[in-house]
């Protein structure tokens, strides 16, 4: 199984911007699909975005649409999460997943999750 660590997490300022990282490390990274959650306390975990092994679809929640955008570095083997015009409400912990097809990503069954990085958003 591939072995995913988030970093970029950080503070800002409501209307602010932040890219978060996912680094991943074993098996073939262009044979996984990727994607991005959050969980703020008390609430249950929502879908953010996910992106295919080849780049060629994307797909993003309803709530982040507009502002976040996901991309990968293959060469890099690292994913991306570009956050802009952040709001309060984006205030939560945000995971990357790993998985062998994107319909496993986007509906949360992935081999493989990230420790989290915390994002706060302040107003």
């Known amino acids: 199984q591939v072995q995913l660590v988030e970093s970029g997490g950080g503070l800002v300022q409501a209307g602010g911007s932040l890219r978060l990282s996912c680094a991943a490390s074993g098996g073939t990274f262009t044979d996984y699909a990727m994607g991005w959650f959050r969980q703020a306390p008390g609430k249950e975990r929502e879908f953010v975005a996910a992106?295919?092994?080849?780049?060629?679809?994307?797909l993003y929640g309803d709530s982040v649409k507009g502002r976040f955008t996901i991309s990968r570095d293959n060469a890099k083997k690292t994913v991306y999460l570009q956050m802009n015009s952040l709001k309060p409400e984006d205030t939560a912990v945000y995971y990357c997943?790993?998985?062998?097809?994107?319909?496993?990503?986007?509906?949360?069954?992935?081999?493989?999750w990230g420790q989290g990085t915390q994002v706060t958003v302040s107003s």
């Open positions: 997943a790993a998985a062998g097809s994107f319909l496993a990503v986007v509906g949360g069954s992935s081999n493989s």
């Open positions: 992106i295919s092994g080849g780049s060629c679809r994307t």
